[in-house]
């Protein structure tokens, strides 16, 4: 299996866990990320579950906020103080092991 390389020295996530992590940082559920991504929402489930794991958090939200600590999600600051819903994206593009 293919898996990206992360910034750090932190935990690797498939490509298929950081999508998922992305919708999450966007507050959808799990029935809308299953929608987008057109898989099962108990996959979802056991993706975000398997990111949580990796990252050492307690819930979805600390999910985030580890994500965004170890540098696998960027945020972007809004000046208009709108909140955008893209507002947490993935460093760069992906490094892959052979």
Same mark, same amino acid.
Request: proline share 2%.
């Given at each position: 299996m293919l898996q990206q390389k992360s910034l750090t020295n932190g935990p690797v996530l498939t490509l298929r866990e950081h999508e998922i992590l992305e919708y999450v940082a966007q507050g959808l559920s799990t029935k809308e990320v299953a929608q987008h991504v057109d898989i099962a929402p108990r996959t979802v489930d056991r993706h975000?579950?398997?990111?949580?794991?990796?990252?050492?958090?307690?819930?979805?939200?600390?999910?985030?906020?580890?994500?965004?600590?170890? /540098?696998?999600?960027?945020?972007?600051?809004?000046?208009? /103080?709108?909140?955008?819903?893209?507002?947490?994206?993935?460093?760069?593009a992906p490094e892959f092991d052979d």
């Open positions: 975000v579950e398997n990111v949580r794991l990796k990252l050492r958090a307690k819930n979805r939200t600390h999910m985030v906020a580890c994500a965004v600590m170890e /540098g696998l999600l960027q945020v972007k600051v809004s000046r208009t /103080g709108d909140s955008d819903p893209s507002a947490f994206t993935q460093l760069d």
